[in-house]
C-alpha cells in the first residue's frame, strides 16, 4: 500500500496522486499545468490502461485536465466525483479539447507557410475528452461508496467550487485499514453561492493544499458589492468599460451574483441600466449546471432564492455571446458595460481580445478577480507591466488595473488551519501539496509549530508506505530551467538535472551544523576535483 506524489508538489497547478493498494491502481486528480510551474512532473508510475479508478476533487482543469489523456493512453476505468463536479467537468473537458485543437490548427497554418516550424499535435481531442467523460460514476455527498474489495470512498463539502470535494479514502489491505484524506482545493470561508468547508474527522493521512498558506485575506468582511459598486460608477463616469478577466467556472458565477444584487438595488447612479456581457460559451454552460445544482451545493442565501423561483444568477442587461460574431460585436458597442470572459489568468481565450480593444484606454478598467499564476499575461499585468504583447502587437498598458482584494476560491492560512484543526485526533503525517515552492515548507512547518503535526512537502516522484508508515523514496525538485534545454544527449541532460538536484539538497542543508556543512563542502570540492 503506497503513494506516489506526481503533481502539483512545490508547484500550484497539476495535481495528481497515484495510489497502489489491494491489487488496484488508482489516481486522485489528473490535473494539466498552468502558467509557469517551476517543476518537472513525474509521470505516473504505470501505463495508462492499468489505472483502475480515478478519484476527481473538482472539476477544475488543473485537477481534471489531463483525464482525456488518460482515455487516449488506454484508460477504460471508472472516474468517480460528485454529480455536480461531473455535470461541470463533461464541459470544461470538452472545452479543453476545444482549445487544444483550435490552436492546433492555427499553429498548422502558420506551420505550413514556414518550413522551419514542425506540426503542432493536441495533447488530446474531442474523441478522447467525451470517452473520458464517458467514465464518470457521479455519486452524492457525504455517501460512503464501496469501490471495490478493500476500497471505499466518500466525498465531502470543502465549498472551493460547485461540487469540491476532499476524497476520503479507506483502503483495507492485509487485514489492516489505512485512511488517507486528499482536500482537494479547499474554500474560502462566506463565499457567495457555496457553503463553507466541512471538516472531516479522522484520518491516518491527509493530503492539503497550501496556495494561500503563507497569507491571510483581509481580517473584515470585505463588502464586495460595495466595492464593485465604486469600481462600475468610476469607470462609466469617465465613459470606459470594465473588463473582468475571470474563470468560466466559479467566478464568474459569483461576479453575476454580486451584480444581480448591484442591479436589484440600483446601486450604480452612472448608467444604471449598464449591460453585462457573459463572453464564454463555457462561462454560459457552466452557469446552467450551477442552477441544475443549487439545492445540493448552494448556500442558505443562495438557496433561499432559489426556493423563491429566482434565479439567482440572472437579471436585466445580461447578455450572453456564444458565437465568435457575437464575441467581436461586443467592441462594437459605444456604450459603457461590463464584459466577463476567459480565461482567468488572460493566457488564452476571449479575453485577449477584449484586453487588446482595453488595455491602451485609460478610461477602462480591468478588474482582476482570482489568484494569477506566475509567468501568466494576468501576472504581469497585476504586477505593473507598462507594455504586453497580444497576436503580435506590443500594447500600451493604459486602463487601470484594479483587483477585488480578498476575493478568493482559496481558504486562507487561518482556513487551512482551522480545517486542519478539524481531525479530532492528529494524523499520523500530513503531506503539504499545492502550493507555490517555498509555500509548501512555510505551511508545513506551520503544522508542525502550531498544530503539533508530522509535516512534510514532498517533491514530484517521491514515495511513501502508508502500512510500514516510511518513506521508500524521497526525491528533491527537478526544476524545468534544468530539464528543458535539452542537448540532445540525455546522458548529459541527466547530469544537467543532477547538478539542480544537487543545488537544492545544498540550500535545503542550510541550517545543518558547520562542521557538518564543511563535511559536505569538502565532499563537494573533491567530486569537482575529480572532474574539473
Known amino acids: 500500500m503506497k503513494i506516489t506524489f506526481v503533481g502539483a508538489d512545490h508547484e500550484v497547478t497539476g495535481s495528481c496522486h497515484y495510489l497502489e493498494a489491494c491489487g488496484k491502481h488508482m489516481l486522485v486528480d489528473y490535473g494539466m499545468e498552468q502558467g509557469k510551474d517551476l517543476f518537472e512532473n513525474a509521470d505516473i508510475p504505470v501505463e495508462a490502461s492499468q489505472i483502475d479508478y480515478v478519484f476527481l476533487t473538482h472539476a477544475h482543469i488543473d485537477h481534471s485536465g489531463m483525464l482525456p489523456l488518460l482515455s487516449k493512453n488506454g484508460f477504460t476505468g471508472k472516474i468517480y466525483a460528485t454529480e455536480a463536479t461531473t455535470d461541470l467537468a463533461g464541459i470544461m473537458l470538452r ?227 456564444i458565437t465568435t460574431d457575437e464575441s467581436r460585436e461586443i467592441n462594437d458597442i459605444d456604450e459603457p458595460k461590463v464584459i466577463i470572459s476567459a480565461s482567468g489568468m488572460c493566457d488564452a481565450g476571449r479575453i485577449r481580445h477584449h484586453l487588446k480593444h482595453n488595455l491602451w484606454r485609460p478610461e477602462s478598467t480591468i478588474l482582476f478577480v482570482g489568484y494569477q499564476s506566475v509567468g501568466t499575461l494576468g501576472r504581469a499585468l497585476v504586477d505593473g507591466a507598462e507594455k504586453v504583447k497580444l497576436f503580435g502587437e506590443e ?68 514515495e511513501y508506505d502508508l502500512l510500514k508508515g516510511e518513506f521508500i523514496r524521497r526525491t528533491e525538485g527537478v526544476r524545468k530551467a534544468a530539464v528543458s534545454k535539452h542537448t540532445g544527449n540525455p546522458v548529459f541532460d541527466r547530469l544537467l538535472a543532477a547538478g539542480q538536484r544537487l543545488l537544492s539538497i545544498i540550500r535545503k542543508n542550510e541550517h545543518l551544523a558547520n562542521k557538518e556543512l564543511a563535511k559536505f563542502a569538502d565532499q563537494i570540492d573533491a567530486l569537482s576535483d575529480k572532474w574539473g
Not at 475528452?129 to 455519486?139: G, H, T
Request: one cysteine or more; a negative charge; glycine letters at 8%.
Open 95 to 321: 472545452d479543453s479539447a476545444h482549445i487544444q485543437m483550435f490552436e492546433a490548427e492555427w499553429r498548422n497554418r502558420k506551420a505550413k507557410r514556414s518550413r522551419d516550424i514542425p506540426l503542432f499535435t493536441p495533447v488530446y481531442d474531442m474523441a478522447d475528452a467525451v470517452a473520458a467523460i464517458s467514465r464518470f460514476v457521479p455519486v452524492p455527498y457525504d455517501e460512503k461508496t464501496a469501490v471495490d474489495d478493500g476500497i471505499e470512498v466518500r466525498f465531502t463539502d470543502v465549498g472551493h467550487l460547485l461540487g469540491s470535494s476532499a476524497v476520503e479514502l479507506w483502503l483495507t489491505e492485509k487485514g489492516v485499514t489505512k485512511k488517507i484524506v486528499f482536500s482537494g482545493d479547499l474554500g474560502n470561508r462566506d463565499q457567495p453561492l457555496l457553503k463553507d468547508p466541512k471538516h472531516v474527522k479522522e484520518a491516518d493521512y491527509v493530503l492539503v493544499e497550501s496556495t494561500y498558506g503563507d497569507r491571510l485575506h483581509s481580517a473584515e468582511k470585505i463588502d464586495y458589492i460595495g466595492e464593485l459598486t465604486r469600481i462600475l460608477e468610476t469607470t462609466f463616469s469617465r465613459g470606459g468599460n470594465v473588463v473582468i478577466p475571470s474563470f468560466a467556472v466559479g467566478r464568474t458565477q459569483e461576479i453575476l451574483y454580486f451584480i444581480r444584487e448591484i442591479k436589484q438595488q440600483r446601486l450604480v447612479k452612472v448608467n444604471p441600466s449598464f449591460k453585462v456581457f457573459v463572453d464564454s460559451p463555457l462561462a454560459v454552460d457552466a452557469t446552467e449546471v450551477f442552477h441544475k445544482n443549487g439545492k445540493e451545493c448552494f448556500d442558505e442565501e443562495a438557496l433561499d432564492f432559489v426556493e423563491r423561483g429566482i434565479n439567482p444568477l440572472d437579471f436585466p442587461g445580461l447578455c450572453l455571446a
Open 395 to 462: 500594447i500600451d498598458v493604459k486602463a487601470e488595473i484594479g483587483k477585488l482584494i480578498g476575493m478568493s476560491g482559496h481558504a486562507d492560512k487561518n482556513g487551512l488551519l482551522d480545517w486542519m484543526r478539524g481531525f479530532e485526533r492528529k494524523p499520523e503525517k500530513v503531506f503539504v501539496v499545492h502550493g507555490e515552492d517555498t509555500v509548501t515548507e512555510t505551511f508545513a512547518n506551520t503544522l508542525h509549530d502550531e498544530l503539533g503535526m508530522d509535516a512534510y512537502a514532498p517533491f514530484s516522484g517521491t
